[in-house]
């Protein structure tokens, strides 16, 4: 399946091994990625706030990159808050043709224009998966699974609420499908109460102490229901729960030290790939021990 | 007729004995709603249990709770619904969160949610003499710009399930920072700048909403409560230029001038141009902001130790390779005299109905 391929900021920035566990992953799932590497930032929710104009023509710009790859699918993004942000845009790009017209006109010296399709799709790495690729193909694909890992799945806001935007009246199960990919490749998805809620990452520059307690308690209702890691579908919830883990734990007053993986890398495991080849050895919080366990698999 | 269960949480702090969970079985239709199958079982098998409720209409805003979970209104969440989002087909019924809980159902209000609106002064600070002779009205235009706060019901779902109040109890909140730009929006009121600056300077104000969409997913009336704290920043930056403390002003200017720069976000400067109003050298130089920084150090440090970020990233940042595009389109859309906003709220979201959504300029220059 050929895809426009937006890859975001983050995943190219302080997430490095994300970016490239796509790159080894994408083939083994016969996705043929055309990078969109002149669009830019989505805004994450920074730019509508200063400006709901700039932000729509930002992501209408890339839709529109997007729609000019020559038999493509659709797009794809790596980042839950691209996916929440982008389908904000859409959503107002979609619902009016004066309104998309007039963001359209500051396209135009590039000679590009969103154009409002019925099928025309952007969506998440994790949404592909379970829609376009499907979990019985991928359970085929599996070469090790990743039998006794217990995986606590933290999806990032943006892309489960809310959830009239995201699409949820025609793909109601969206909210359950990174424990449905856990179950395909061969885990066991950890039920806790922090799934859903937020990382804290918006406000750490504004209220450090909101965001990290917010990081922290889910990390440690995590580690409180057994599980060996967490998985995330989004870069920015990554750098909160993995790279400001450690601050994270002096403002819940215990020790936390779990690992967490991005979805392409846990995908990619399961795979086959080497932890070295998805880049987890770049992570604050040491993998180390969830590379023992996938050791052991292989051994098995 | 159809059989449900229904799990409820009882609590009642005289009896001196922790919450727990009791489980009752009704009948009903499953367009009915989950308030009746409540006022069921209080009516055949346990009068005890306390519930507040009035309209069963959505208008009165009573009957707050937590639905498997989720914050809804329970006369307006139909009962087969709400079991087949159920675990095992079981209804789970909770007191709201983020409040301290009455007894069973019922939650405080007024610890938590009216405190919180009389924090914003819910009333009109005139900014002139009302018109003799005739009423006092806003404007259409602007009408249209506070109709989607106005809308709010004081029932509190919102702050049941905002995620930044579960972790700072002293946050001001989703229903309050929305009651705050109804008149923020209002072009009566005199006191825009103020009601801003106050909200801006509050430690536990505008600034702490952490875009979780919590309270957008689970207002009854669409009020869209993140939407209005959104409004309410974007006022305070682009129109008023208020520098508060918290970063607030200088986390939009880093984050949109750093875009402006490079079209991608250079994450190392994100954080000293925020602590330094936008300003790199002011984030490098200022008191305050250089202990900031300091205190970001450590993770910047293991940062650095893993490769996640190398030293030449953190100092050089790629342009796009059309950045003189994207730079145009920041100028184009600066240079307009009004920001050009679409309220869905007002125009109506279905994009299968192109007909009625036109697009309105903000009441703003």
């Known amino acids: ?300 | 007729m159809a059989d449900y269960k229904l799990k409820l949480r009882r609590f009642d702090p005289e009896s001196g004995n922790a919450a727990y969970w009791a489980d009752f079985d009704v009948e009903l239709p499953p367009e009915r709603s989950v308030l009746d199958g409540i006022l069921q079982v209080k009516d055949r098998e346990d009068a005890s249990i306390g519930i507040r409720c009035s309209c069963r209409a959505a208008i009165c805003g009573s009957c707050g709770v937590r639905i498997n979970g989720k914050s809804a209104l329970a006369c307006n969440t139909r009962i087969g619904d709400a079991a087949e989002r159920g675990r095992d087909g079981v209804i789970t019924v909770e007191p709201m969160g983020n409040m301290p809980v009455i007894k069973d159902l019922i939650t405080d209000m007024e610890a938590v949610h009216w405190k919180k609106i009389r924090r914003v002064v819910p009333w009109l600070l005139p900014k002139e003499e009302a018109p003799e002779g005739r009423e006092y009205i806003v404007p259409a235009e602007a009408m249209l710009d506070v109709t989607q706060a106005m809308a709010c019901i004081q029932c509190g779902a919102c702050v049941s399930a905002c995620l930044s109040m579960e972790v700072d109890p002293e946050f001001i909140g989703p229903a309050a920072l929305a009651k705050a730009y109804r008149f923020v929006g209002d072009p009566r009121d005199g006191a825009h700048e103020e009601r801003l600056a106050d909200l801006a300077a509050d430690e536990h104000g505008m600034y702490d909403c952490t875009h979780c969409f919590a309270c957008i997913e689970v207002c009854p009336k669409e009020v869209a409560p993140m939407s209005q704290i959104m409004r309410l920043r974007r006022k305070a930056t682009g129109d008023y230029g208020i520098k508060d403390d918290n970063n607030g002003y200088g986390h939009e200017k880093a984050f949109v001038g750093l875009i402006e720069k490079y079209g991608t976000l250079h994450e190392a400067q994100l954080l000293p141009r925020s602590f330094g109003q936008g300003s790199l050298i002011r984030g490098q130089t200022e008191p305050k902001a250089v202990k900031q920084l300091v205190e970001s150090l450590p993770t910047g440090v293991r940062g650095l130790r893993t490769g996640k970020i190398t030293p030449r990233k953190a100092l050089l940042h790629p342009k796009l390779p059309d950045q003189k595009q994207v730079r145009r389109i920041f100028k184009e859309i600066h240079s307009h005299d009004e920001r050009l906003e679409l309220n869905l709220y007002i125009v109506g979201e279905n994009p299968a109905d192109e007909e009625g959504a036109t697009a309105e300029g903000s009441q703003e220059s």
């Open chain 1, 1 to 300: 399946m050929k895809l426009a391929y937006w890859p975001g900021c983050v995943s190219r920035g302080f997430t490095p091994e994300l970016h490239g566990s796509v790159a080894k992953v994408a083939p083994l799932l016969d996705l043929d990625l055309v990078e969109l590497d002149r669009a830019a930032c989505c805004g994450a929710g920074v730019v509508a706030e200063h400006n709901q104009e700039l932000v729509d023509a930002l992501n209408a710009r890339t839709f529109a990159m997007a729609q000019a790859v020559e038999g493509a699918a659709g797009m794809m993004n790596i980042c839950s808050t691209c996916q929440g942000a982008q389908s904000e845009c859409q959503e107002r790009l979609d619902a009016s043709p004066e309104y998309r017209a007039e963001v359209n006109s500051h396209l135009k010296p590039e000679s590009l224009s969103y154009e409002r399709q019925g099928d025309w799709w952007n969506k998440n790495f994790l949404w592909i998966l379970v829609e376009e690729i499907g979990l019985d193909a991928l359970r085929d694909k599996v070469k090790r699974p990743l039998d006794g890992l217990r995986i606590a799945p933290f999806y990032g806001c943006y892309i489960v609420r809310p959830t009239k935007r995201l699409g949820f009246d025609q793909h109601p199960e969206r909210d359950q499908y990174i424990e449905q990919v856990i179950e395909a490749i061969g885990g066991e998805a950890v039920d806790y109460a922090g799934a859903r809620k937020c990382c804290g990452f918006p406000v750490i520059t504004m209220n450090r102490t909101t965001s990290l307690r917010q990081a922290g308690r889910h990390l440690a209702d995590a580690i409180d229901a057994g599980a060996d890691c967490l998985v995330t579908p989004c870069p920015l919830c990554h750098l909160n729960l993995d790279m400001q883990q450690p601050a994270a734990a002096s403002y819940v007053e215990r020790d936390l030290d779990i690992p967490v993986l991005h979805l392409p890398q846990m995908v990619g495991l399961a795979l086959g790939l080497e932890p070295k080849e998805l880049g987890m050895g770049k992570h604050v919080v040491s993998t180390r021990d969830v590379q023992r366990k996938i050791a052991q698999l292989a051994a098995a």
